[in-house]
Structure formats: C-alpha cells, structure tokens
C-alpha cells in the first residue's frame, strides 16, 4: 500500500516569511495529492490539491509542487500570518478506481511567531 | 450547504461496549469515508461507502464495521471496545466523479475507560 512521509514534523516561522513543508510517497499509482489543515480542535480542511498531470499549482499565498519521478510534493506558505498556525497534513491515494482512501503523512504543526 | 454531520461529538464507554458513530454528508454526496485520528498514528483510513456499498476497506480489525443508508447516511459500530479505541473519528464525505476529494465533519472523540 501507499506510505506518506512528511517533513519536518514542528515548524516555526516568523511572521510574514515563507514556510514549506515536504512529503514524499512511495505508490507511482498515486495521482491525487491534497493539503489538509486542522486547527486546534477543529476538522482537517482541504486547503489544495494536485493532481499528477500538474507540476505546481497556486491559491493566493499557498502553492504547491508536485515531482512526479521523485515522488515528492511541498506545500509553500509565502507571507505566513498568525491564523497559518495550525497541522498540516499532506495526502495521497489514487483518485481513480480502487482508491484505498487517502493515505496522510504524519502532519506539521506551524507555529508562526509574532 | 451544511457541511458533514457527526453525531455524538463526544462519547465515553466502558473496555467491553460497543459504540455506533453517525455521520451525514454533505447534501448529494454519496461516498462516505471513515477515518480514526491519533496521536500516534495519525490519519488512518478505517473504509469507504458508496450507495451503501462498501468500496474499500483500511487494515483494522473486524470489530469496526459500518454500513451506508440509501439517503447516503453512514454509521460506523466498533464492538468490543478496548482502550486503544480512544481516538477522535472522523467521517467525510465526496462529491460525484471526485472521489478522491474528503471533505471532513468534526468528528466523534471517543474515550474508552
């Protein structure tokens, strides 16, 4: 089955620099690759998605890149703000048929300093 | 449009009982996804519904089961219950054709005791 790997695990950044995240998979049927954030208490929500026929894609200041060969896909905070703290999880599973449900990484939890 | 629905928020049960968890998805969504989040482990995969069909299974023990009703409605049963239960359940629903994309209800935080 898929196996997520996610880097680093705790994140500090100052407010309004650039944050990134890494995850690595194993699975080269995987085509479908989203970023979830879960603020303390609250449910994961899905703050964007790649697919494998992309290379990157952009929302604002949160983008995100996708290498296929490598099998590795960031996620990139630009101008980080105190409402950015929170875990980040990355994803992946194959959006296809026979999907097993998305396999997460472990998460980062982001702490943005003021 | 409401989101996903899970009810109860919170549960606690005694080693030995069994729970039922229920979740509503999100008005014409019919895949319904389960997923247990700790600590530990993190996000993991419990199954997957589709007009009350299950379509996936993750690698859990046979105690937890769910089933899918035909207005898309879901619950997910765990027997049995043991102390390392305790997690916080998360159900989440996807839209027809993007099967991939979960949108998540708050979950059920369930504590064995």
């Known amino acids: 089955g898929e196996n997520v790997e996610q880097h680093p695990s705790t994140l500090s950044v100052q407010e309004g620099d650039s944050a990134v995240i890494k995850c690595t998979y194993s699975?080269?049927?995987?085509?479908?690759f989203p970023w979830y954030k879960q603020e303390l208490g609250k449910r994961p929500q899905l703050i964007i998605d790649?697919?494998?026929?992309?290379g990157e894609k952009k929302d604002q200041r949160i983008a995100v890149t996708l290498n296929k060969t490598a099998k590795h896909f960031s996620l990139h905070i630009t101008e980080t703000q105190p409402e950015d703290s929170a875990v980040y999880f990355c994803?992946?599973?194959?959006?296809?048929?026979?999907?097993?449900?998305?396999?997460f990484g472990k998460g980062t939890h982001l702490i943005i300093q003021p | 449009k409401a989101g996903v629905t899970q009810t109860p928020r919170y549960l606690i049960k005694t080693r030995g009982q069994q729970v039922t968890l229920s979740c509503s998805p999100i008005?014409?969504?019919?895949?319904v996804s389960w997923y247990q989040q700790t600590p530990g482990q993190g996000l993991q995969f419990l199954f997957e519904?589709?007009?009350?069909?299950?379509?996936n299974k993750g690698n859990f023990p046979g105690r937890f089961s769910g089933r899918q009703f035909s207005n898309s409605r879901s619950e997910m049963n765990v027997s049995t219950l043991e102390l390392g239960d305790s997690a916080l359940y998360l159900c989440?629903?996807?839209?027809?054709?993007?099967?991939?994309?979960?949108?998540f209800g708050q979950g059920t935080r369930l504590t064995v005791v």
């Open positions: 699975d080269s049927a995987s085509n479908y």
């Open positions: 989440a629903s996807s839209p027809a054709g993007r099967r991939a994309e979960a949108f």
């Open positions: 790649i697919r494998s026929n992309v």
């Open positions: 519904y589709f007009s009350e069909t299950q379509r």
């Open positions: 008005s014409g969504h019919r895949s």
């Open positions: 994803a992946a599973t194959a959006s296809g048929g026979g999907a097993d449900g998305l396999t």
